[in-house]
């Protein structure tokens, strides 16, 4: 979402309030969950009380100071993610025409990454070259070396922002903290074909949760001499649903995410730091307090899990299907029926063709229906002893149905009447017959 963009949503009294309480409330939040996880027992109560106890002082004293060996495995780890987005050869595709009239060309090579990336670093604790378990060993010092990295990283996107934008898909609101918050250009980039945002949203974040969740699986091996049935559950979900983002990256670069999101605090540190931490927080809670679901209910889980991941998945390619076909495609079994609406963008007039059918013609955003339930698929092994490894399912919840709101408020100011027709057509906003 670009910086103008970003107060229309709300009031920017509101607007304002919720920038300034993110940038300040979510770095300690990320200590606070690490430290809660793995040395409270997973136990807010438990924190709460050593806070309430220790005061300031004491929220200082858990605070890890980020150590020469973080640096080292960031560094070698982002050092690598960026050597394959550079080198690995992938198909060319075209991101959509921004309102600059600006098209953003990527090297779709995500999959081998990906594959390559997991063979490397399994290779290297199977080969006794390197041991996962020094990464969650060291987990509190790299999330600290990851806050303040990635605030000097935003700073640095603030700057280029307005020194060297790398395209046109870029300018200032005239406010400070809006800008640092959302960001400044829409597509940055480092000479010609590193593009900052797919290193930052994909490679780095993405990435990085299907390697955390492998940390924790071995490091639960390592401790135990055995994986428990709800980490393998666990850990298999979430590689199950950080591949199908793999093999759908390019349609990832169509979201809201990449094309209207700019690269500021809100994504990027949201992607450096928040994805690592937060979304492979069931995990990182499992290490420790392995349980045992038996074979059924774990299967059970699992097949329940991965169907969302399907579903999920299955939505997206039906748009895609229908976008790429200009609408000359089955959707489940038939012609899809649609609306054409017109909208003008720099003086020009175009037309989209808003699908109706299928999983859209169940609500606006469905697919968010299916992601939700699949993170806490993955989540549920954990069973119920404490909330906080419910967070993320939480968190997730939050952020879709506000982005919801916000994709809505974006088509109904670019389609005009044709989205009120749309609405019509299709009444719920993400669950059919409730909301």
């Known amino acids: 979402m670009g910086a103008a963009e970003g107060k229309t949503v709300h009031s920017p009294a509101l607007t304002y309030f919720s920038m300034i309480s993110l940038l300040s409330l979510c770095p300690p939040f990320v200590i606070l969950l690490w430290y809660t996880m793995v040395h409270a027992d997973g136990s807010i ?38 050597a394959l987005q550079l080198i690995l050869p992938g198909k060319r595709v075209e991101g959509p025409i921004s309102p600059t009239g600006h098209r953003p060309v990527y090297k779709a090579n995500g999959m081998a990454a990906y594959f390559v990336t997991l063979v490397t670093y399994i290779s290297l604790w199977w080969f006794e070259i390197f041991n996962p378990t020094v990464v969650y060993d060291h987990l509190g ?42 960001g400044m250009e829409l597509y940055p980039r480092i000479g010609k074909s590193f593009d900052i945002k797919v290193f930052t949203n994909c490679r780095f974040g993405m990435m990085s949760w299907a390697v955390l969740a492998v940390t924790y699986c071995i490091k639960q091996y390592e401790a135990n001499g055995k994986v428990s049935d709800s980490m393998l559950v666990n850990t298999t979900l979430m590689l199950v649903y950080v591949t199908k983002f793999y093999w759908w990256e390019a349609g990832y670069w169509n979201t809201m995410d990449i094309a209207h999101d700019r690269a500021g605090f ?97 609500a606006r955003h469905f697919h968010y229906v299916p992601e939700i339930l699949a993170a806490f698929f993955w989540t549920v092994p954990a069973l119920f002893n404490h909330f906080l490894p419910y967070f993320y399912v939480v968190f997730l919840t939050i952020l879709l149905f506000d982005r919801a709101k916000r994709d809505d408020d974006r088509c109904r100011s670019k389609y005009g009447k044709y989205w009120k027709l749309y609405c019509n057509k299709v009444p719920y906003k993400i669950i059919p017959g409730i909301y």
């Open 45 to 82: 109560v438990q924190t709460w009380n050593f806070l309430k106890k220790q005061g300031l002082q004491g929220f200082l004293e858990i605070w890890p100071r980020p150590s020469a060996i973080a640096w080292k495995i960031i560094f070698v780890y982002g050092t690598f993610e960026a």
């Open 141 to 182: 010092e790299i999330y600290s070396a990851l806050i303040f990295g990635s605030l000097i990283f935003c700073v640095f996107l603030y700057i280029k922002g307005h020194v060297a934008p790398s395209s046109t898909d870029s300018g200032s609101s005239g406010n400070l903290i809006i800008d640092f918050y959302w």
């Open 266 to 362: 809100y994504i990027c540190w949201g992607c450096l730091v928040w994805v690592p931490s937060i979304y492979t927080s069931p995990g990182m809670y499992l290490v420790n307090h392995p349980v045992n679901l038996g074979t059924q209910l774990a299967l059970y889980i699992l097949v329940a899990g991965i169907l969302c991941i399907y579903i999920n998945y299955d939505c997206d390619k039906q748009r895609q299907e229908f976008r790429r076909t200009n609408g000359k495609c089955k959707i489940w079994g038939k012609a899809p029926s649609k609306i054409e609406a017109t909208y003008t963008t720099s003086g020009e007039t175009k037309t989209s063709l808003l699908l109706t059918s299928g999983w859209w013609g169940l």
